[in-house]
């Protein structure tokens, strides 16, 4: 495969994997699942880089993001642009959604999203990379459960309940 085939289908996958929070973001608003909105994006998340076919592409995409300008390039537009476009598309917005957008409709700063994607990024940076113990090998179950409480305070910000 040539590298710019590589390219294509690694930005193609990052795409689908934008898609599918966006789609669960969205999908917890929609049904007024607000309080279970970490649980569902994280939810996507995991079973994404569980998957043992999708997992060394999405590895690719996010080495080449940590060692190339242009892998960079390509994550930045994901995280800043692309998942926010897919989650207002999702939602049935006629207007481009991005970050400030999106706070809005969470009621939330732009920064807790970018400390909610922190989260979740350091978490797949630790597990899949750096193969760091014991969060390498812990069930993706135990992380959600584990994570999901604090991403959900960083996208609910004031909003944000204790469990019942």
């Known amino acids: 495969m040539t590298d710019a085939n590589q390219t294509q289908e690694g930005s193609a ?54 060692t190339t300008e242009a892998g960079a390039d390509k994550m930045r537009d994901v995280l800043s642009s692309q998942i ?41 940076i630790l597990r899949y990379i750096l193969k760091v113990e014991p969060i390498a090998s812990v069930p993706a179950d135990d992380l959600l459960d584990l994570l999901a409480p604090t991403v959900q305070r960083y996208l609910a910000g004031a909003n944000a309940t204790s469990a019942d």
């Open 13 to 66: 996958d990052l795409t689908d994997f934008a898609s599918a929070l966006a789609e669960a973001g969205a999908t917890s608003l929609t049904t007024q699942q607000q309080k279970q909105l970490a649980e569902s994006l994280l939810q996507a998340a995991l079973t994404r880089w569980e998957d043992p076919q999708l997992r060394p592409r999405l590895l690719e995409s996010l080495t080449a993001a940590l």
């Open 84 to 124: 926010f476009t897919l989650f207002g598309k999702a939602l049935d917005s006629s207007q481009t959604t991005d970050i400030n957008q999106a706070a809005d409709v969470l009621k939330v700063p732009p920064l807790n999203i970018n400390a909610a994607q922190a989260q979740v990024w350091g978490t797949i």
